[in-house]
């Protein structure tokens, strides 16, 4: 019979046990995407951008094309990370970028977290290609876009069924923090969801100001 103990999911992500990889949050690629209204889209941008700052998330940025083409990050992922340089391919697929690939093994971890623009083609290459390589691969679906609800709906169902586990912006940062308990991170966690975690940020934002009120106690 089963035993219950206290012991952490080996499932569950840990700030340590990961790279975060953010791929192409650019304006002109932002532009043809209708899976996600874009306030939406970099509202859960930021959300990742500042969970990996508060845990001091192993990260990289990249563009595709910068200058001749799609344009700049979105404002809020250099504001969240602005000791990461992104780096710039003309491949679709981060994982064909040898920039990209020698950063990924230089960092040495066994999962990645992936997050972009367009599901079905910057994001669905390195995820596809990760799991063919022995990567355990997540990919936060809200804080991704595509040219229609359909192309979105179709790229997640492919990466999951080749092994990807979905995640959702917010998901991943209380992932991250799990335990109220954890005080070094408590209140930075607290701003980044009172700042873009929607209906439960105005939550706790409505009960700190009206009650003092705390998540567990603190």
Not at 36 to 63: E, P
Not at 188 to 202: C, E, F, N, Q, R
Request: glycine letters at 8%.
């Amino acid at each position: 019979m089963p035993k219950a103990t206290t012991t952490v999911p080996k499932s569950l992500l840990s700030p340590s046990d990961h790279t975060l990889l953010l791929v192409d949050h650019q304006s002109q690629m932002a532009f043809a995407a209708q899976s996600i209204d874009g306030i939406t889209l970099r509202t859960n941008a930021a959300l990742v951008a500042r969970s990996a700052r508060v845990f001091d998330v192993a990260t990289i940025v990249t563009t595709v094309a910068e200058k001749s083409f799609s344009g700049p990050l979105f404002p809020e992922i250099p504001k969240a990370l602005p000791e990461h340089t992104a780096i710039d391919r003309t491949t679709m697929n981060p994982f064909e970028d040898a920039n990209v690939v020698e950063r990924i093994n230089a960092l040495g971890k066994d999962r990645l977290v992936i997050a972009g623009l367009w599901t079905s083609v910057c994001v669905a290459g390195p995820v596809l290609t990760a799991l063919e390589q022995g990567f355990e691969v997540f990919v936060v679906t809200d804080a991704c876009g595509d040219v229609s609800p359909e192309a979105h709906e179709r790229a997640v169902s492919r990466m999951v069924q080749a092994g990807a586990r979905p995640i959702t912006a917010l998901a991943y940062l209380l992932e991250l923090q799990r335990d109220w308990g954890r005080a070094r991170t408590y209140d930075a966690v607290i701003d980044v969801a009172k700042d873009h975690g929607g209906g439960y940020g105005l939550g706790i934002q409505y009960a700190k100001s009206m009650f003092g009120a705390s998540e567990g106690g603190h």
